[in-house]
């Protein structure tokens, strides 16, 4: 069974202390790796998408990257709308099951 | 481009009533998907459908949840009847082609079952 664990389950941050989320999988055949920044009431709003070991994507503030069993999404100089939650996700290769894990609740502190 | 719309987006009901909730796909995108959200299990798929077609209704906790695409701009979610355990975050998301692309996911519809 695909499993997605993600850490810390929380983590506060001061403005630009920059740091690292961590997301490790079990998964055979990965397709792709998923990153979705959620806001409070709102729905996941995608980010990256990894496809291979080395990979990297930035956007702004944030760069993730993946290894063979997991990824890592850095955050250079967080701001406070830098907050939210940041799910990873996993989607097998013959699948199109995302499977989500239970996300890292980031609080930047002005 | 308008994003995946959801309706409605609170629903507060007695144990018992019936529940539907609707979903618009983006446009073009072919695949549908229906996810629950809870503190404790996270978010977790109850149906896909492709070209309108329910491919996986593994997630679906029991008969009491159904599901239909009768085209492909619209999709209901319908619970009956609701009980409380039902309370949660029900969103709606869709992709293109297969389903195996990125996933677009909508505001959701936050569902509370007294």
């Known amino acids: 069974e695909d499993q997605v664990t993600q850490s810390p389950e929380a983590l506060r941050l001061q403005e630009g202390e920059s740091s690292s989320l961590n997301c490790s999988y079990t998964?055979?055949?990965?397709?792709?790796l998923f990153w979705y920044r959620q806001d409070p009431g709102k729905g996941p709003e995608f980010l990256f998408t990894?496809?291979?070991a080395g990979e990297e994507k930035e956007k702004e503030r944030l760069k993730a990257t993946l290894t063979k069993k997991e990824s890592f999404l850095h955050i250079t100089a967080p701001k406070p709308e830098d907050s939210a939650t940041y799910l990873c996700?996993?989607?097998?290769?013959?699948?199109?099951?995302?499977?989500f894990g239970k996300g890292t609740l980031l609080t930047v502190n002005p | 481009d308008a994003g995946v719309i959801q309706s409605p987006r609170h629903e507060v009901t007695e144990m018992g009533q019936e529940v539907t909730l609707r979903c618009k796909p983006i446009?073009?995108?072919?695949?549908l998907f229906w996810y629950r959200q809870t503190m404790m299990r996270g978010l977790e798929l109850l149906i896909y459908f492709n070209n309108n077609v329910p491919i996986d209704d593994s997630g679906m906790p029991e008969d009491r949840f159904s599901a239909k695409m009768p085209n492909a701009s619209f999709s209901t979610l319908k619970i009956q009847p609701s009980e409380p355990r039902d309370s949660a975050v029900y969103f709606c998301?869709?992709?293109?082609?297969?389903?195996?692309?990125?996933?677009?996911f909508g505001p959701g519809t936050r569902l509370l079952v007294l």
């Open positions: 446009s073009g995108h072919n695949s």
């Open positions: 990894l496809y291979s």
């Open positions: 998301a869709s992709s293109s082609a297969t389903g195996r692309e990125t996933q677009y």
């Open positions: 996700a996993v989607l097998r290769g013959s699948n199109y099951k995302l499977t």
């Open positions: 998964v055979s055949g990965l397709r792709g």
